[in-house]
């Protein structure tokens, strides 16, 4: 397994409506084929000194393998979905996992 968890950080001017349809851009990536287990999310309550809460959204997928994460990466609904969506990034960090 792979686990692919992205954290998004969007810039400070975002509208409520281009999160909304940012929200709706990360959904759109659980009909790709090679995607096991998916999870967007935002920061939970939780007030601890380890636990980061300065990102606006969370993305963690699964995939079976190596494989399927390289062909999710070249996906044309991942391509999509960074073309429309990346002007909003401030920041984006991604931690891969096997």
Same mark, same amino acid.
């Given at each position: ?11 400070? %001017?975002?509208?409520?409506? #281009? /999160?909304?349809?940012?929200? /709706?851009? =990360? #959904? ?19 007030? @601890?000194?380890? +636990?980061? +809460? ?10 079976? %393998? *190596? ?5 999710? #990466?070249?996906? %044309? =609904?991942?391509?999509?979905?960074? %073309?429309?969506? @990346?002007? *909003?990034? !401030? ?6 996992? !096997?």
């Amino acid at each position: 397994m792979i686990a692919h968890h992205v954290l998004f950080w969007l810039k400070a %001017d975002t509208t409520e409506e #281009q /999160k909304s349809a940012f929200h /709706k851009g =990360l #959904q759109s990536l659980e009909d790709i084929e090679v995607v096991k287990t998916f999870h967007i999310g935002k920061p939970a309550p939780i007030e @601890r000194a380890v +636990v980061d +809460v300065t990102y606006t959204y969370s993305l963690t997928i699964f995939f079976e %393998d *190596l494989a399927a994460h390289d062909v999710y #990466q070249v996906h %044309d =609904l991942h391509k999509a979905f960074l %073309d429309e969506f @990346r002007e *909003l990034f !401030e920041k984006v960090i991604i931690y891969d996992a !096997e």
